[in-house]
């Protein structure tokens, strides 16, 4: 249930609410808003009467939650959440565009292409060090060294890093380069990790698995909240379907649909949703049409010799392009995109 705290409740009720909560049985997160503070219960087995919480001085209204994810619903917190990062805001007025190599290959390909994206406006740099790979045979990633030359390409140019974590035991070592953790589509359902990251007080991007709901999306990103972790950014990455022309299907709709049950900032991955660099841009604007908070796409400075996901991956040309069709695109719906200026530089398309 959500608990409701009257604009003028005194810290000492807001305290009073809290402990007979947990007298109750429940775990207890605090939200506090602009005008006023909001109490989430969870948990099974209450040890008393819920009715008793609404008889409380300062408590304006007790809530009911009938969706199975009760932190990252709506109803536990009207307001969207925005994700602060020294500088950088996540989930507020500006699409943030997050971009660069699917893998670090090598200490030139990374800084050549953390060049170009933060050239053309992208604020997150983005790239893989242990890279889930469906065959044990393909390249997985130059683990940390990989890390340590995405930090330093994203220290050079001023930019946050965003690395997936593959498995718990990697939190360490990857909390110590990026800023933000990311969990691809494969480890959704990996709740063991999941508890962990919710222990961490680093946001994590969290994609939608390949065949998932957004029900069970949205229960993925309540293991983190549980954790206390309040800062999840979740990631539609396209969804097997019967199409086979297309790498998966990009679920479009999916943007307005979780912006309405959650609070939670809503990114797509337009590279991954579609497989192929051609429609990388289409899907993109439309995404941000549609009310994304943000992009993460892959790019390479020659992606036609990249050790993975070449196909998908856009020169810095085309980047560029996009980031300027984007522009156009963002005030029409009342949002801004990084409006640094933008010099040509001769790459090619």
């Given at each position: 249930?959500?608990?409701?705290?009257?604009?003028?409740?005194?810290?000492?009720?807001?305290?009073?609410?809290v402990a007979q909560l947990v007298e109750m049985g429940y775990d207890v997160h605090r939200s506090t808003g602009a005008t006023r503070t909001v109490i989430g219960a969870v948990g099974g087995g209450p040890k008393g009467d819920p009715r008793l919480v609404e008889m409380l001085d300062g408590v304006a209204e007790v809530v009911r939650i009938s969706e199975p994810?009760?932190?990252?619903?709506?109803?536990?917190?009207?307001?969207?959440?925005?994700?602060?990062?020294?500088?950088?805001?996540?989930?507020?007025d500006e699409?943030?565009?997050?971009?660069?190599?699917?893998?670090?290959?090598?200490?030139?390909?990374?800084?050549?292409?953390?060049?170009?994206?933060k050239r053309a406006g992208a604020k997150v740099l983005r790239g893989g060090a242990f890279k889930p790979r469906s065959s044990p045979y393909s390249?997985?990633?130059?683990?940390?060294?990989g890390l340590r030359l995405l930090r330093a390409a994203a220290d050079q140019h001023n930019m946050k890093l965003v690395t997936e974590v593959m498995d718990a035991s990697q939190i360490e070592v990857v909390g110590r380069y990026a800023h933000i953790y990311q969990v691809g589509a494969r480890n959704m359902q990996n709740?063991?990790?999941?508890?962990?990251?919710?222990?961490?007080?680093?946001?994590?991007?969290?994609?939608r698995g390949i065949s998932a709901t957004i029900e069970e999306w949205l229960l993925s990103a309540e293991y983190v909240l549980a954790g206390g972790n309040m800062d999840v950014i979740l990631c539609e990455r396209g969804i097997r379907t019967f199409e086979s022309y297309t790498r998966n299907t990009l679920d479009i709709s999916a943007i307005p649909v979780v912006r309405h049950l959650s609070h939670l900032p809503v990114f797509v991955d337009p590279s991954h949703g579609t497989g192929r660099r051609d429609k990388v841009a289409p899907m993109a604007r439309a995404a941000v049409a549609a009310g994304a908070d943000g992009l993460i796409i892959e790019v390479h400075c020659d992606p036609d010799h990249a050790m993975s996901d070449g196909a998908q991956s856009m020169f810095p040309g085309q980047f560029e392009q996009l980031m300027a069709e984007l522009r156009i695109i963002a005030p029409a719906i009342g949002r801004s995109i990084c409006l640094e200026p933008v010099a040509r530089r001769g790459w090619g398309f």
């Open positions: 249930m959500v608990v409701v705290m009257g604009e003028r409740a005194t810290e000492e009720q807001i305290q009073r609410v994810y009760k932190l990252a619903s709506r109803t536990f917190k009207r307001d969207d959440t925005i994700i602060t990062i020294d500088d950088l805001r996540i989930g507020g699409v943030i565009v997050m971009a660069g190599p699917c893998s670090a290959e090598s200490e030139e390909q990374v800084m050549g292409t953390a060049a170009a994206v390249f997985q990633g130059l683990g940390e060294e709740y063991s990790l999941l508890r962990e990251l919710g222990r961490t007080r680093r946001p994590v991007l969290l994609k």
